[in-house]
């Protein structure tokens, strides 16, 4: 096996287990105290991957919000930002989204083979493209990550990206937010799609955290035996 950063996958999913909504906004899951969590562990991660989608749909910036926490990791010699990465097959990607354009970090987009001069020819001004392969392996794309020197891998969705990583194997710990709302649409995206997941009713993930934060509650669960919980 490749070595591969150490992964947390941390998402927001409604009661019903959905990460979005059908609208054109941005459902909004977790609440002011949350997000700042979410921002310290952006502060403590090497990078952050989200799937083209994420990009597309949610337009994220992706960036460490706190003035005080992007100087911390200066002090600690680690870039400002957190490095951003994204994974495409078809590489529609818009260079002016603000998964390009915030920050000044680097940006890394992972390509599928048969796109990959599109995608230089579009994004190669406000990114470096990888040629991930054809189709783009999700472990190729960790040990890579690794050998870029990524140690600390952070997960910030969507649900297809979550269930190759998960069905894989490839996520070490996993933070879902559960917000108290229903979404209750059949065509909404779902914390995870269908796969052969390594944890169900024959074996169970480990719980080893729950947290209420305003009115949102965090699980946290080991899910690989590289889990400690000082790792981040
Ligand atoms: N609640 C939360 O915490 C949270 C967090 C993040 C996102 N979201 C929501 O999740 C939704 C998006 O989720 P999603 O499941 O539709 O998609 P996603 O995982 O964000 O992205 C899927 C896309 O990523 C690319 N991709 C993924 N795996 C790939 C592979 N192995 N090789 C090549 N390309 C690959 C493909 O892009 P191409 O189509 O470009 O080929 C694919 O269509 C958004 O609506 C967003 O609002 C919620």
Redesign the pocket.
């Known amino acids: 096996m490749p070595e591969r950063p150490y992964t947390l996958v941390?998402?927001?999913?409604s009661l019903d287990g959905f990460?979005?909504d059908g609208s054109e906004d941005?459902?909004l899951?977790?609440n002011d105290a949350d997000f700042d969590r979410v921002d310290e562990l952006r502060a403590r991660s090497d990078a952050i991957l989200?799937?083209?989608?994420?990009?597309?749909?949610?337009n994220?910036r992706l960036l460490v919000r706190s003035d005080e926490r992007a100087r911390g990791r200066c002090a600690r010699g680690l870039p400002e930002q957190p490095l951003k990465v994204?994974?495409?097959?078809?590489?529609?990607?818009d260079p002016d989204s603000r998964f390009f354009t915030a920050g000044s970090g680097p940006r890394l987009v992972?390509?599928?083979s048969d796109?990959v001069d599109m995608a230089r020819g579009q994004l190669e001004p406000v990114a470096t493209v990888v040629d991930?392969g054809c189709?783009?392996?999700?472990d190729r794309?960790c040990a890579d990550l690794r050998d870029r020197g990524v140690r600390k891998l952070l997960v910030?969705?969507?649900?297809?990206?979550?269930?190759?990583l998960l069905t894989q194997g490839l996520v070490d710990e996993l933070h879902l937010?559960v917000a108290p709302l229903f979404v209750g649409e059949q065509a909404a995206?779902?914390?995870v799609?269908p796969g052969a997941f390594p944890f169900s009713g024959r074996r169970r993930a480990r719980l080893v955290e729950t947290r209420a934060i305003g009115d949102v509650v965090l699980l946290r669960y080991a899910l690989s035996p590289r889990f400690r919980p000082d790792a981040w």
């Open positions: 941390s998402c927001g999913m990460l979005d941005r459902l899951l977790s989200v799937g083209a989608a994420t990009v597309r749909n949610d994220p994204t994974v495409t097959r078809r590489a529609k990607l992972y390509c599928a796109t991930g189709p783009v392996a999700l794309v910030e969705g969507g649900g297809e990206t979550h269930t190759q937010v995206t779902r914390f799609g």
